[in-house]
């Protein structure tokens, strides 16, 4: 275990970017289980169709990834080691929802390339947070 030391000015401009974006992922998420009938009023019927066929346990999967990132997110800015896991089960749960969306559903299809654009991205910086995370607490960041 490392004695906790100071972080740097990059630690806290990305920890405050990783709080934006995750809260960016719960705001997606509330708002396609609160505001499911006005956002549909902007989809095509096969995407209407494609978001309607999703499982159940796809919208856990979302909550998961988004509240995880969230809480990650918060214990990086407080410097805690809890950051870790909770980046973790946030990755976990990203590459479980955007691997059966890209892989398992029909969405290249209703929405084009388009599909990959954001899942791969929001996989890119699951993947980055966490081993960011890990490498703060190595420097003694997190306690």
């Known amino acids: 275990m490392t004695t906790p030391t100071k972080p740097n000015?990059?630690?806290?401009?990305?920890?405050?970017?990783?709080?934006i974006w995750n809260c960016m992922g719960v705001f997606q998420f509330l708002s396609m289980s609160l505001m499911k009938e006005e956002l549909q009023q902007a989809m095509t019927v096969e995407q209407i169709a494609l978001v309607d066929s999703?499982?159940?346990w796809y919208t856990a999967v979302f909550a998961t990834a988004v509240f995880g990132g969230l809480l990650g997110s918060l214990?990086?800015?407080?410097?805690?080691?809890?950051?870790?896991?909770?980046?973790?089960i946030s990755l976990v749960a990203v590459l479980v929802q955007m691997l059966y969306w890209l892989l398992a559903t029909a969405a290249m299809d209703v929405y084009g390339t388009g599909a990959v654009v954001m899942p791969l991205l929001?996989?890119?910086?699951?993947?980055?947070?966490?081993?960011?995370s890990k490498g703060?607490?190595?420097?003694g960041w997190l306690r």
Not at 11 to 18: K, M, S, T
Not at 83 to 88: E, G, K, Q, S
Not at 122 to 132: D, E, K, N
């Open 136 to 139: 703060a607490a190595q420097k």
């Open 75 to 88: 214990f990086l800015l407080i410097r805690k080691r809890w950051a870790i896991p909770m980046f973790l």
């Open 122 to 132: 929001v996989i890119i910086v699951a993947i980055f947070l966490y081993y960011y």
């Open 54 to 56: 999703l499982p159940s």
């Open 9 to 19: 000015t990059g630690f806290w401009i990305i920890a405050i970017i990783a709080l």
